[in-house]
């Protein structure tokens, strides 16, 4: 269910041209706590059933990730436990040191609700092999 979710909030992004802008903008209500969320994006091991991929996370400032089998790698920005996750990303088809700039924040406006909203910035306008869609 949860991942059926996802992927219509992505396929939502997609038909207003995502990912070929500068900056994108998203928002996804979960029926979840945010704590539960938090486990997710911090555990590797909960991060793969979750996603059916490879992961591995370093949960500090600076520390590095590498998620969906490696076709996302970045650094964490700034992380506020519940509420902020600022991160550098860089997808696999990029160039060597591009990055776009990534930062989701966490709302939980009733218990059992969160609304998670994303906000990328500096999304490039073309991959290494000159594809106008980059990630």
Same mark, same amino acid.
């Given at each position: 269910?949860?991942?059926?979710?996802?992927?219509?909030?992505?396929? %939502?992004?997609?038909?207003? *041209? !995502?990912?070929?802008?500068?900056? $994108? %903008?998203?928002?996804?209500? $979960?029926?979840?706590?945010?704590?539960?969320?938090?486990?997710?994006?911090?555990?590797?091991? +909960? !991060? +793969?059933?979750?996603?059916?991929?490879?992961?591995?996370?370093?949960?500090?400032? *600076?520390?590095?990730?590498? #998620?969906?089998? *490696?076709?996302? &790698?970045?650094?964490? =920005?700034?992380?506020?436990?519940?509420?902020?996750? =600022?991160?550098? !990303?860089?997808?696999?088809? !990029?160039?060597?040191?591009? /990055?776009?700039? #990534?930062? $989701?924040? #966490? %709302?939980?406006? %009733?218990? *059992?609700?969160?609304?998670?909203?994303? =906000?990328? &910035?500096?999304? $490039?306008?073309?991959?290494? /092999?000159?594809?106008? &869609?980059?990630?």
């Amino acid at each position: 269910m949860l991942l059926e979710r996802v992927d219509k909030f992505v396929k %939502e992004i997609m038909k207003e *041209g !995502w990912p070929a802008k500068d900056e $994108l %903008e998203g928002k996804l209500v $979960l029926k979840a706590t945010s704590a539960g969320g938090k486990v997710v994006k911090t555990d590797e091991n +909960r !991060w +793969r059933g979750f996603t059916q991929s490879k992961a591995k996370i370093n949960i500090e400032i *600076g520390g590095q990730f590498s #998620i969906f089998d *490696g076709v996302i &790698t970045g650094v964490n =920005m700034k992380l506020e436990e519940d509420k902020l996750i =600022m991160q550098k !990303w860089s997808f696999q088809n !990029w160039h060597d040191g591009e /990055y776009s700039t #990534i930062c $989701l924040t #966490i %709302e939980e406006p %009733e218990i *059992g609700i969160t609304v998670v909203k994303l =906000m990328q &910035t500096d999304v $490039l306008k073309e991959d290494r /092999y000159g594809n106008a &869609t980059v990630v």
